[in-house]
């Protein structure tokens, strides 16, 4: 794949991450074959530690394509992190927009600009406590609507053993040295959703369908099954309140019998 020019500001990125990433961890890049070599695209990626930003991104850096990640709008003020976000050209997400699909305007136009636009579909680290891909929010699914991109499902494990993420303490866990895996799928089959409005029920579904994708990918890298069922973090909150609130005196269910959630 031809080395596209980066420009300075993405290339100081690299220079100030990657030694130090080379050095602390081993890497496991698969599927780099499925990232297109041309034209915009969406990737889509599980989230499970507040070091995993940088696997994927040394993945995607290195796979010729840079990845345009979505951001909180807030970020984009604070001092050097700011500047370096501003600078590689990341895309700011107005949070406190009434419009979701005004929201990720500027992500729709990235990729009609032939970039790669990243989602964390999760929005979050993921609250599974076998550390499997939850339930998604919307985002990627309206763009993908609007857009009609390639959607690449992307899976990524060894950030959470070198940092856990909900872990008391924040150092690293450097030894034994982690393999930092990261695996790219071939693109999600979205052809039944063209031409359908982006209704509550069709954005739940092409985001499921999204997760799914992102679970398959992680189930063949830790080659293990995946449960049957997604877990929610708004039903499990909603089972945790029902004895407080006197709905129910029945005993709280395991986190993994919480699935489907609604839009975010």
């Keep these: 794949m031809a080395r596209r020019k980066f420009g ?7 220079v100030l991450v990657k030694p130090p990433m ?31 930003p940088l ?8 796979s010729g394509r840079l990845p345009r990640f979505l951001a909180k709008v807030s970020l984009f003020d604070k001092g050097f992190v700011g500047t370096m976000m501003r600078r590689t050209g990341q895309i700011p997400v107005y949070r406190e927009s009434a419009d979701a699909a005004g929201a990720f305007r500027a992500a729709v136009e990235a990729v009609h600009r032939g970039q790669c636009v990243t989602f964390y579909p999760e929005g979050t680290l993921t609250r599974d406590p076998d550390m499997w891909p939850m339930e998604g929010k919307t985002g990627a699914a309206r763009v993908a609507l609007l857009t009609r991109a390639p959607v690449i ?12 993420p909900y872990a008391k303490s924040k150092r690293l866990r450097l030894f034994p040295r982690k393999t930092l895996t990261v ?21 739940r579904e092409v985001t499921d369908t999204l997760m799914d994708a992102i679970t398959e990918q992680l189930a063949q890298i830790r080659e293990e099954r995946p449960p049957e069922r997604r877990f929610s973090p708004r039903r499990t909150a909603e089972q945790r309140r029902r004895p407080v609130d006197g709905e129910s005196d029945a005993p709280r269910v395991s986190d993994h019998s919480t699935v489907e959630g609604e839009n975010a």
């Design 153 to 164: 499902p992307i899976a990524q494990w060894g950030a959470n053993l070198a940092m856990p």
């Design 8 to 14: 300075f500001w993405y290339r100081l990125a690299a």
């Design 55 to 62: 696997s994927y991104a040394h993945f995607q850096y290195n």
């Design 22 to 52: 080379l050095l602390l961890f081993k890497r496991d890049w698969r599927g780099t074959e499925h990232i297109p070599a041309d034209g915009g695209f969406i990737a889509v990626v599980n989230h499970n530690s507040y070091l995993d």
């Design 183 to 203: 695996q790219a799928g071939p693109p999600v089959d979205l052809s039944a959703y063209e031409g359908c409005e982006p209704t509550v029920e069709v954005l």
